[in-house]
């Protein structure tokens, strides 16, 4: 007697579903060999499964395990579905070292690049509340935003948001044309830059529409309280005292705050201390709270940034003219 089929429909809009299947679905051809009482039809981020329920059951849970594994190491062998297939239903390591933090866009594998960088990360394992101050170009931002996306794709949070002082000081928008996404655009563009490093073009926009990834200037984080969400201040050097309070003040429950800063670009009139002084100073002994210091030794851009660096801090610029 026949068993009876059913059909169940399987959404992969989560993932990038064209690479999923692999080049000319040599991937998917794979898996059907695999499951050989199935039928199995793919059109774009929907997949259909015909055949005995018991069957479909057992292939949703591997399939499940198999999107896990391509989300979080941005490939999907023969070897790992193997090890999928054998598998209890847990999700295999990949063959990849420990360092790669995020999987990018076009094979690329985004790391803790330097020993202050390996630190910055550790602390935020230990940590909910993390400072990293440091020059330009030593990657603490982006350290930290990757830290955000792999902590997203983990599902250790459900949201990240990324938050910075929009112009020197006051946040006064109103004299920049265009509407306020216009208006903040070229102040935020360097988070955009790593967010796009990091996820898929179409997955990104979904997670701007639905405010998964919010992007907004430190003073649209007045009274709000932020739960369950991975939150990056960026140049908070450029936020006064009163402001980065207040931003301090916002933590809710399961979130992760990083604070980042460079102490030799305040952009503040010179009669205002800038609040990322003021706050290391007052928090650097609480107990939850670490502060890393990143240096010259950690720059990543051209081999001129570090020497540049250097040269402005022998003749004592401190702060940017």
Known sequence: MNEMSIEKIISLEEIDYSRFWGVNDRTLDFI???????????????LKAIGPEEDIAWFEGKLQAMMTYFDKFGR????????????????PEAEVSDEVLVHG???????????????????????????????????????????AVRALKNKEIRRIILTRPAVEAGE???????????????????LYDALRDMIPQQKLLSYW?????????????RGRTLDNAFVILDEAQNATGSQLKMFLTRMGRNAKFVITGDLT???????????????????????????????NSDVIRHRLVTDIIKAYEDLGYTRSE
């Not at 952009?267 to 990143?294: C, F, M, T, W, Y």
Request: hydrophobic fraction near 40%; include cysteine; charge should be neutral.
């Open 265 to 295: 670009q305040i952009d503040l009139p010179r009669h205002q201390q800038s609040g990322l002084l003021q706050a290391v100073n007052i928090l650097k002994d609480v107990k939850g709270i670490e502060v890393i210091e990143l240096d």
């Open 76 to 91: 999907l062998t023969e070897n790992a579905i193997m090890q999928i297939m054998e598998s209890g239903g847990s999700t």
């Open 172 to 190: 006064n928008l109103g004299f920049l044309p265009g509407d306020l996404r216009n208006k903040l655009d070229p102040y935020l563009q360097p």
């Open 209 to 221: 529409e639905d405010n998964t990834i919010e992007i907004a200037p430190l003073a649209f984080m």
């Open 32 to 46: 059907r060999l695999l499951f050989p009482k199935l039928k199995l039809v793919v059109r774009g981020e929907m």
């Open 105 to 147: 866009r076009n094979g690329l594998l985004i790391k803790a690049r330097t020993p202050n960088q390996q630190r910055l990360v550790r602390a935020l394992y230990e940590n909910d509340m993390v400072f990293a101050i440091g020059p330009a170009g030593t990657g603490k931002t982006y350290t930290a935003v990757a830290c």
